[in-house]
């Protein structure tokens, strides 16, 4: 069945470093690729997507790229900073059109 | 443009009891979504609702039910409430349902905590 498997949590960095959150995929067909994020007390929004291979998402300085031969949906960012702190899904659409989210991936950001 | 309202947003419980929780989605979204989020498992799909027919379901028990009103508002319900249904529900709305058109974003609401003690 479809599935999505991301980086344990927590990760913890300093401001203004890199970040890189791995995201994996098993999916039948051609999904779709999501990064949601969730801030401390609310619920999720939408970070970026990707629709079809090779396809880049971003926003916000984030970014993820779509790779097909890798099954893979890494989000990254080149300097983060304190207000990033929080916990980052990755999610899949695909033929069963039930969204699948990974266990998600906290990210603390030390000033 | 109003979000997500999920209400009550705490609520403490008992085991054997049972409860109810409400969700109004964004104006003009038809589709709404449920989720369980635990420390553990994540994010687990429950159901989706569309024009008020169950679109989807999850791999929960029957304890665990819902329903789509005529505007778009949902509730879900658990019955015979056990330890482990702790969680945060969060209920989730979209213009379409995830297997039409559209751009697949879900919206979220803040969740409902339930506490069973």
């Known amino acids: 069945g479809n599935s999505v498997t991301q980086m344990e949590g927590p990760v913890t960095l300093s401001e203004e470093a890199f970040l890189t959150i791995n995201c994996t995929y098993t999916?039948?067909?051609?999904?779709?690729l999501f990064w949601y994020v969730q801030y401390p007390g609310e619920g999720l929004q939408l970070l970026l997507k990707?629709?079809?291979?090779?396809d880049k998402g971003s926003n916000k300085g984030f970014e993820a790229t779509y790779r097909k031969e890798t099954t893979s949906f890494h989000l990254e960012k080149g300097s983060v900073q304190v207000s990033d702190s929080a916990v980052y899904f990755c999610?899949?659409?695909?033929?069963?059109?039930?969204?699948?989210f990974g266990t998600g991936t906290r990210l603390k950001v030390l000033a | 443009k109003a979000g997500v309202t999920q209400t009550p947003r705490y609520l403490i419980k008992t085991r054997g009891q049972q409860v109810t929780l409400s969700c109004s989605p964004i104006?003009?979204?038809?589709?709404v979504s449920w989720y369980q989020q635990t420390p553990g498992q994540g994010l687990q799909f429950l159901f989706e609702?569309?024009?008020?027919?169950?679109?989807n379901k999850g791999n929960f028990p029957g304890r665990f039910s819902g329903r789509q009103f005529s505007n778009s508002r949902s509730e879900m319900n658990v019955s015979t409430l056990e330890l482990g249904d702790s969680a945060l529900y969060l209920c989730?709305?979209?213009?379409?349902?995830?297997?039409?058109?559209?751009?697949?974003?879900?919206?979220f609401g803040e969740g409902s905590r339930l506490t069973v003690l």
């Open positions: 989730a709305s979209s213009l379409y349902s995830s297997g039409g058109q559209g751009t697949g974003e879900l919206f």
């Open positions: 609702y569309f024009s008020e027919t169950q679109r």
């Open positions: 104006s003009g979204h038809r589709s």
């Open positions: 990707a629709t079809k291979a090779d």
């Open positions: 999916a039948t067909g051609y999904p779709s």
């Open positions: 999610a899949l659409i695909s033929g069963t059109y039930k969204y699948i």
